[in-house]
């Protein structure tokens, strides 16, 4: 309620807006979220931390793989050194069949973030996978749960490293 109050008096309250819009991806709400997202982008069209999450949401969401592409090459033109920027990138290539795009940008992603961000390591081990690289894949799956045993797709990761020994 406070923060709508301050967009009430300033709509173009950028940072106020994000706030909003994260807490409603915390809550679950990602077109709430996404609207907020939006807003932002309609006040400054660069501002990347908006382009890159509602990219990463219309990717997720099953939402316009183009409009995310474009969305997620703002944000990292804005922020080329910026590893989550790269990891949506990527991982939007990946969905779009752009393999070699996508294991470039997410092996950046994952040297940035030093090893260290499972749901990283799990796209680029999915990029591996897609393309045959049964050996890369695994690396990339185990090293995912040896820095996080249960992040959000710990579960995928265990399927995928079963797959690959079969």
Do not use: C
């Not at 931390?49 to 703002?74: F, H, K, T, V």
């Not at 910026?82 to 040297?111: C, F, M, Q, R, V």
């Amino acid at each position: 309620a406070q923060y709508q109050k301050v967009l009430t008096e300033n709509p173009k309250a950028i940072q106020v807006q994000m706030l909003v819009a994260t807490m409603y991806e915390l809550k679950g709400e990602k077109e709430k979220a996404n609207g907020y997202y939006q807003k932002i982008l309609d006040i400054n069209k660069n501002f990347a931390p908006a382009a890159n999450n509602l990219a990463w949401n219309y990717a997720e969401s099953g939402g316009n793989l183009d409009i995310a592409l474009g969305l997620a090459q703002r944000a990292r033109e804005t922020n080329p050194n910026e590893p989550s920027y790269a990891d949506t990138l990527g991982w939007i290539y990946y969905k779009k069949g752009a393999d070699g795009t996508a294991i470039g940008l997410l092996k950046e992603s994952t040297e940035l973030f030093k090893n260290s961000n499972p749901t990283v390591l799990y796209h680029l081990g999915r990029a591996y996978q897609k393309t045959g690289q049964k050996s890369l894949a695994e690396d990339a799956f185990q090293k995912a749960l040896a820095s996080n045993q249960s992040f959000a797709a710990a579960k995928e990761v265990r399927k995928a490293l079963q797959e690959l020994a079969n």
